[in-house]
């Protein structure tokens, strides 16, 4: 991979997750960013032990080496008034732009079940015909005012929700359009509900704008699935990792993003357990292995 086109940034879900706040709580905003540029990163996302204040959080930013990578948006659109995620896109585009950031990422949380105590493998929500049409229209709505911010709209793909599968993204995707809606390709999601993560690379090598490295532990997603845990207790329990640390095999899927010489970020993302796994520990832990599989 070329290191002058490619970005590594790592996200702050390894010290302090924000949806299960009890993990990490101990972990301050200051230890977390020191400890990303200490591990040799130079970019990261946001999470909600971040200054609010752009031009605070940019300065603590700065003297580390550091940029805004992407944030993760939660649109409504099946739940709420359409205006409400338009409004909201809006002031995270603002403060985004204040942060230089050029990337926003996106995942329709209306009908999610991530976030709830129900079995997660197997009982995603659906879209309906109507919900689908509301999605993808409110997709391409909010990539064209992301395009007039200067900002590449990318899609999440996440477990839990109705976008989870290769079909359902390849449905989202054949749906929006391709000059205003791009994907954010996660390893890890992919793999979680069961799709392989390298034929996925393969397939949309060509809408992917940003990257979320995230390793499985087949051991413990085997737990998930014969205890019909919900996505926070497999998290709770170790179903992700860093690269390296898992059962997903990165060296081809870095061989596809090089071959088709990819631009931008790539994002370490691996909610754990700080207490279980020491945060700066497995960040090192992912540079090394990413400078041995990609060369970068």
Not at 65 to 75: E, K, P, R, V
Not at 246 to 258: E, K, M, Q, S, T
Request: proline share 4%.
């Amino acid at each position: 991979m070329d290191k002058n086109k490619v970005q590594l940034g790592i996200a702050p879900i390894g010290w302090t997750n924000d949806d299960l706040p009890a993990l990490g709580r101990e972990n301050t905003f200051e230890q977390c960013v020191s400890e990303m540029a200490l591990a040799g990163f130079t970019g990261c996302e946001v999470g909600n032990k971040f200054p609010k204040d752009p031009k605070v959080l940019k300065h603590m930013l700065d003297i580390r080496g550091l940029t805004i990578a992407n944030q993760w948006f939660s649109s409504e659109f099946v739940s709420k008034p359409f205006e409400v995620t338009v409004n909201n896109f809006v002031k995270q585009l603002e403060f985004l732009k204040a942060m230089g950031a050029k990337i926003i990422g996106c995942s329709e949380q209306g009908n999610s079940i991530q976030g709830k105590d129900v079995p997660v493998i197997g009982n995603s929500p659906r879209f309906s015909e109507e919900e689908w049409d509301l999605v993808t229209r409110g997709y391409n709505h909010l990539g064209a005012i992301a395009r007039d911010y200067g900002f590449t709209l990318t899609y999440h793909h996440h477990a839990g929700t109705a976008v989870e599968t290769i079909e359902e993204v390849d449905r989202f995707l054949e749906m929006t359009d391709p000059d205003l809606v791009y994907l954010l390709y996660d390893s890890g999601h992919f793999y979680f509900v069961g799709e392989d993560p390298l034929e996925a690379v393969k397939k949309y090598i060509g809408r992917i704008r940003h990257v979320h490295l995230k390793d499985v532990r087949d051991d413990v997603l085997s737990d998930v699935k014969k205890e019909k845990m919900s996505f926070l207790d497999g998290v709770r329990a170790g179903v992700f990792t860093v690269p390296g640390d898992g059962d997903i095999d990165f060296g081809p899927i870095f061989d596809v993003l090089g071959e088709n010489n990819y631009e931008g970020w790539m994002v370490v993302e691996a909610e754990q357990d700080p207490a279980k796994a020491n945060p700066f520990e497995y960040a090192l832990k992912a540079r090394r292995y990413i400078k041995e599989k990609a060369g970068i």
